[in-house]
């Protein structure tokens, strides 16, 4: 016994208390999908998986629902989330997205409205012209595809885009469903820029080639200083993040 009053439990030590609630331990055999209302649904021991809100984790397409079902399939003895990239988008689709299509959708068309490839480096000169080789034939396809002209300017002053342009882009981005919305706000928020997420959904840009574009001047600052460690790590979370999304999207249209 302790003598404070809370029987076999141990006191708390400041500074040492759980950071997190523990990984919840894996409850289930088999995983398998199965054909539901609205797509495929994942299983676990016959039981549909649910999201937090209670609703049935369904996805629109068998390979999106295999690639899912692996996720949970691979989980050892507790289920990490952070392993689980694309459950993590069908969910927040499910749950969030869904209800809110218009909201998410006008976060898309206002990053536009000061999309990264508008701003350009005053100086140096050699920044500014790996700048323009990049994101110049981008910005081609935008008004050559999406019908969208959009106006660049040097340092950070801010820069008005037109109304049309705006609209363009959300005429673009007007058929992406829950599910494709959620990637493609992924990918904008992730490279900063609504024209580089979806050239890349369009086929337009490789994965690679949409990421490498977005850090222009990052990897500009790299080669001139070396990597910080921080950074390359933070960098390297969000490039998983951004497959997942990109993974997510080609899954979606694999059906």
Do not use: C, N
């Given at each position: 016994m302790t003598g404070n009053g809370e029987g076999d439990k141990p006191a708390k030590v400041p500074g040492k208390e759980r950071l997190s609630?523990?990984?919840?331990?894996?409850?289930?055999t088999a995983v398998t999908v199965a054909p539901a209302a609205g797509g495929y649904a994942i299983l676990l021991d016959g039981k549909p998986v649910r999201t937090p809100r209670k609703l049935p984790l369904v996805v629109p397409t068998?390979?999106?629902?295999?690639?899912?079902?692996e996720e949970w399939a691979a989980q050892k003895e507790r289920i990490d989330p952070a392993s689980m990239p694309l459950s993590k988008l069908a969910i927040t689709a499910i749950d969030g997205v869904a209800a809110h299509m218009a909201d998410v959708a006008a976060d898309i068309v206002k990053f536009a409205g000061s999309d990264l490839l508008c701003y350009r480096a005053e100086e140096p000169e050699a920044l500014a012209v790996l700048q323009a080789a990049a994101w110049d034939p981008i910005l081609r396809w935008a008004e050559a595809e999406l019908g969208a002209h959009?106006?660049?300017?040097?340092?950070?002053?801010?820069?008005?885009?037109?109304?049309?342009?705006?609209?363009?882009?959300?005429?673009?981005?007007?058929?992406?469903?829950?599910?494709?919305?959620?990637?493609?706000?992924?990918?904008?928020?992730?490279?900063?820029?609504?024209?580089?997420?979806?050239?890349?959904?369009?086929?337009?840009?490789?994965?690679?080639e949409a990421w490498t574009a977005a850090h222009v001047d990052e990897d500009w600052q790299v080669s001139r200083?070396?990597?910080?460690?921080?950074?390359?790590?933070?960098?390297?979370r969000?490039?998983?993040?951004?497959q997942a999304a990109s993974r997510f999207l080609k899954l979606l249209r694999a059906g």
């Open positions: 609630a523990p990984l919840p331990k894996r409850f289930y068998r390979p999106l629902a295999e690639a899912i079902a959009f106006t660049t300017a040097k340092g950070i002053m801010p820069v008005e885009q037109r109304p049309e342009a705006l609209d363009r882009v959300a005429a673009a981005v007007a058929p992406f469903g829950a599910m494709a919305l959620t990637a493609l706000h992924v990918m904008t928020t992730l490279t900063g820029s609504a024209i580089l997420a979806l050239a890349h959904a369009s086929g337009r840009l490789s994965l690679e200083w070396g990597i910080d460690v921080e950074a390359a790590a933070r960098r390297a969000r490039w998983a993040e951004m």
